[in-house]
């Protein structure tokens, strides 16, 4: 039994993994976050209510192994970089060293917030640069740094030039321009999780997550929000810019499923694609949302809002091939799992 770190743990993702560790290990999971976007655990545990408070810390589960600090993740490191018995002097945990570490603290968002408040994103950089001089300290078991496919150079992703990205597409030796801040962030960090790797012998690995969607995602993201106004049934249904613009939608499950089998597998701070490899309009997902609601509504295109580029899908040979790992669930299964739950939150 050990203990694993998880950053951002209350994210979307974060609190994805507390539970897929928390069912899968008899390890303790010891997860920070701000909740300055995140959701208490209170929220999206099952039991909702902490056993115990204690120094600070809320201890969840019958077998508290989920422990949870409310923190920038930035103090927490700080702390730790300036005090290695930090977590045991002050919460009274005995933790000399972490054995898998997930990095999700991050400030991020949906597309409102990338083009919206760019240099507010652009925090990531910090947040990531104190978390790798961490990891080079500490040397945790293994380190997952999540970067994403924003990282790759937008001009492969315009509606003439649209081609599946490979992980070879980006190279730090020839670079192209990321996805705003949010995806310069983000190729730094697999920058530094490079030089983790080499210099400092640190086990890391990196992904690249396409446009992961799931039953618990917010209303800021476009997938839960499309649900949601199906589950209504609203007419016209509201589409931001001509919906022709495409994604690569990858259900958290297979998120966390092609993870865990990358970090068996890749040490060297390399960065790997996961999605569908199949690039899907936001027209297509509303006429799937709409065909589970039983209607077929006037479409209305919202040509002021923010979109981003116009397509972006994984190649998924190298990890298909390579990893020999593909997605599970198929995009009907997975969104109707997502709208079902939008029919009983509000409809």
């Given amino acids: 039994m050990g203990y694993h ?12 993994f507390v539970k897929r560790l928390h069912k899968t290990t008899d390890d303790t999971i010891f997860f920070i976050d701000d909740l300055s976007v995140g959701t208490h655990p209170s929220d999206w545990l099952p039991d909702g209510t902490p056993n115990r408070k204690e120094n600070g810390l809320e201890y969840f589960g019958e077998d508290e192994r989920m422990v949870f600090l409310k923190q920038d993740a930035r103090y927490f490191i700080r702390a730790m970089l300036d005090n290695e018995n930090h977590i045991k002097d ?3 945990l005995d933790v000399s060293r972490f054995k898998d570490v997930f990095h999700f603290a991050a400030i991020v968002g949906g597309r409102a ?15 990531d640069a104190e978390f790798f001089l961490w990891v080079c300290r500490q040397k945790p078991n293994r380190v997952l740094y999540p970067s994403s496919s924003a ?9 003439e030039d ?38 400092y012998g640190v ?18 993201y476009p997938i839960p929000a499309i649900a949601r106004r199906a589950a209504l049934k609203e007419d016209p249904f509201e589409v931001w810019g001509t919906g022709k613009q495409g994604r690569d939608f990858v259900h958290i499950e297979d998120v966390m499923d092609c993870t865990f089998h990358a970090m068996e597998r890749i040490t060297d701070g390399r960065a790997i694609n996961i999605g569908s490899g199949r690039l899907t309009t936001f027209l297509e997902i509303i006429d799937i949302f709409t065909e589970f609601a039983g209607y077929d509504p006037e479409i209305k ?3 002021d809002k923010p979109v981003g580029v116009h397509s972006r899908y994984a190649d998924m040979t190298y990890v298909n091939e390579e990893l020999d790992w593909k997605p599970k669930l198929s995009l009907r299964e997975g969104m109707r799992r997502v709208y079902d739950v939008a029919v009983e939150k509000y409809a």
């Fill in 301 to 303: 295109k919202l040509l």
């Fill in 151 to 159: 990282a790759y150079p937008v001009d492969l992703q315009t509606e």
């Fill in 162 to 199: 649209a081609i599946a990205l490979s992980e070879s597409d980006i190279d730090f030796k020839n670079m192209g321009q990321p996805d705003m801040t949010y995806g310069w962030s983000k190729l730094t960090g697999e920058y530094l999780a490079h030089i983790a790797a080499k210099y």
């Fill in 203 to 220: 086990s890391v690995t990196c992904i690249r997550p396409f446009s992961g969607y799931g039953e618990d995602q917010d209303l800021s």
């Fill in 5 to 16: 770190l998880i950053t951002g743990g209350c994210g979307f993702v974060g609190r994805n």
């Fill in 113 to 127: 917030k990338i083009d919206g408040d760019p240099m507010l994103v652009a925090l990531d950089l910090s947040i």
């Fill in 90 to 92: 002050t919460y009274g």
